[in-house]
């Protein structure tokens, strides 16, 4: 399996488990910031965890749980029951040190998001009703977007994330954009991950992550379920004809700022749209 991609292991359960420890290695050494878990839940099934140091953003991809966290009974939680009725996600807000229960009220698929944490946010509900669909792009790059916790709104101490519908025969993520610098406010430095969904059975994406180099070049068959790991380099995706797409993005880095670079191949075509080339627009710029 190549390092960059993780497939799901097994049907239920906790079927991603990605940590700082295991997403290291010979393409990204120093990888230090994202985790992402993947619990696919049954009726009546359970999963707990300790945030420990870091902070952690729940999301309800698709069914209802309810959820106990930072000593406080959120309730059932959770609206669409499959992600293709691209509803607005609901997600829990969760600081480092404390822990959290989620009991399936239907079958459930919950998204555990983490970063390094300072305790400087407290517990609340995101998404829901408040958070409301982004379209951006024109033609066969247009997408719709929720921002689940981006840096526009001052929620959490190192996460950024959102997830992304991309319509069959469109590219998302792109043009290329890269984050990889820590050279505010000019670029940051920010990993990132994808949990990509497809549609229907048998259906795929493409995603590649490079370098303008060349020393990081790879290319990638998603299938419904997959994640992905973006260490540095550009990374556009895209679905195609037949295909709808939708991905969970987690970020984190050394601040929460999430400002890219196109690139400068393809820059042209942000510029074309009225779109800025980088991202001084948090929340709002062309690259999700």
């Given amino acids: ?43 009546g099934d359970s999963a707990a965890e300790a945030t420990g140091a870091r902070e952690a953003i729940l999301v309800l991809v698709e069914g209802k749980a309810r959820i106990e966290g930072a000593g406080h009974d959120w309730g059932e939680l959770g609206e669409r029951l499959s992600v293709w009725e691209r509803t607005p996600p609901h997600a829990l807000y969760l600081p480092p040190g404390v822990d959290w229960r989620a009991v399936a009220t239907t079958d459930c698929t919950l998204a555990v998001c983490t970063a390094p944490g300072k305790g400087g946010h407290a517990a609340r509900l995101l998404g829901g009703a408040d958070c409301a669909m982004l379209t951006r792009g024109k033609g066969g790059n247009t997408r719709h977007i929720y921002n689940i916790a981006m840096e526009d709104a001052d ?39 994808y949990y990509f969904r497809l549609d229907r059975p048998g259906a795929w994406g493409l995603q590649r992550v490079y370098t303008e180099d060349g020393t990081l070049d790879e290319a990638m068959a998603v299938r419904d379920g997959d994640v992905t790991l973006v260490p540095r380099g550009h990374h556009p995706c895209a679905a195609p004809y037949g295909f709808e797409m939708y991905y969970l993005n987690t970020m984190a880095g050394p601040r929460r700022n999430w400002r890219f670079i196109a690139d400068p191949a393809s820059a042209f075509v942000l510029e074309r749209d009225g779109q800025a080339a980088g991202g001084e627009e948090p929340g709002t710029t062309g690259a999700t």
């Fill in 1 to 43: 399996m190549r390092h960059l991609l993780r497939r799901p292991r097994g049907n239920f359960g906790k079927v991603h488990d990605i940590t700082v420890e295991n997403a290291r290695g010979p393409l990204s050494p120093d990888w230090g910031y994202v985790g992402f878990g993947l619990h696919h839940l049954r009726p």
């Fill in 155 to 193: 929620v959490a101490d190192s996460l950024l994330v959102t997830e992304v519908f991309t319509p069959n025969g469109h590219w998302s993520s792109y043009p290329g954009h890269r984050h990889d610098e820590d050279d505010f406010p000019r670029i940051t430095c920010l990993e990132e991950t």
